[in-house]
């Protein structure tokens, strides 16, 4: 059911396009949405990809206007990564025509599993998030 719900739903996003951008690119752009700053480097790794194409994806987001390179204060021949304005706006559009399609597919279901939903969508989440943070280099669970 899991593997359905998330094919369904990307279905539903799907319907919101993220034109200009590629599924590649949408996803530098959440990475760095959530690690401002980033170098291509750690970039790279994040995406499991290499620095070449890496940097070939920022060449065209920056082209487009999305992201913005800026020389490192400590290292000027390191290069940090940034969302930019046009980025942000981008996101936050995307986003907004993501969950008008939600919206949807939500008021063609009954109210008593609209409430089921949301309690297991909070069950589920309370729970993913305990575990990442569970799982987090810095959180001490490691054992000796």
Do not use: Y
């Not at 593997?3 to 949408?26: I, N």
């Not at 994806?57 to 940090?80: I, M, T």
């Not at 297991?120 to 993913?128: D, I, S, V």
Request: aromatic share 2%.
């Amino acid at each position: 059911m899991t593997t359905t719900a998330v094919e369904l739903l990307e279905v539903v996003w799907g319907r919101a396009s993220t034109a200009p951008t590629s599924a590649s690119q949408l996803r530098v752009l959440h990475v760095l949405e959530h690690h401002d700053g980033i170098n291509l480097r750690t970039l790279a790794e994040s995406l499991a990809s290499t620095p070449p194409s890496t940097s070939r994806l920022c060449d065209r987001l920056q082209a487009a206007g999305f992201v913005e390179r800026v020389a490192s204060p400590e290292d000027r021949r390191e290069v940090r990564l940034h969302l930019s304005s046009r980025g942000r706006a981008f996101l936050a559009d995307l986003r907004s025509r993501r969950e008008g399609e939600l919206r949807k597919v939500l008021a063609d279901m009954p109210a008593a599993k609209r409430i089921a939903l949301l309690e297991g969508l909070e069950a589920f989440c309370a729970t993913a998030a305990t575990q990442i943070l569970d799982d987090a280099p810095d959180s001490g669970s490691r054992t000796a």
